[in-house]
């Protein structure tokens, strides 16, 4: 039963996602709390978002280790939210199914945990594509 539910908010979200643009997300961000958050600039957010899911909110896909990746940043389900996987940890206390929706507020809260506890270098995405480069570029003219 419980996976019934799951499946049903996972596909309520689904139906209303979609990709964002470059200065929606990173006006969501900063909205949401995200520019200078543990001393990163909102660029290092809005980089790292394109490269996990090119701002897809409604993004999921199997992950390479267990369990699924899920929404705008690609929160895996096996350690940080809960779809069923099996032993899984749901550090974020949230289901999957939250971070696929467009206010990003869930996803938003989920990746603070994640940054506090493990930095951006949680994202393999942020240190190949985005650490150590001119980052102003995914903000420039978004009034943020």
Known sequence: MRLVIVLCVMFLAVCESRTMSRCEVARAFKAQGLDGFEGFALGN?????????????????????????YGIF????????????????????????????????ASVECAKLIVKR?????????????NGRKLSRWVKSCDV
């Open 74 to 105: 690609q929160i895996n389900s096996f350690k940080w939210c809960q779809d069923g996987t099996a032993n899984g940890q749901n550090l974020c206390r949230v289901p999957c199914g939250d971070l696929l929706n467009d206010n990003l507020q």
């Open 45 to 69: 957010y809005v980089c790292m978002a394109f490269w996990e899911s090119k701002w897809k909110t409604h993004k999921v896909r199997e992950s390479d280790d267990s369990g699924k990746d």
């Open 118 to 130: 493990e930095g951006l270098k949680a994202w393999d995405t942020w240190d190949k594509y985005c």
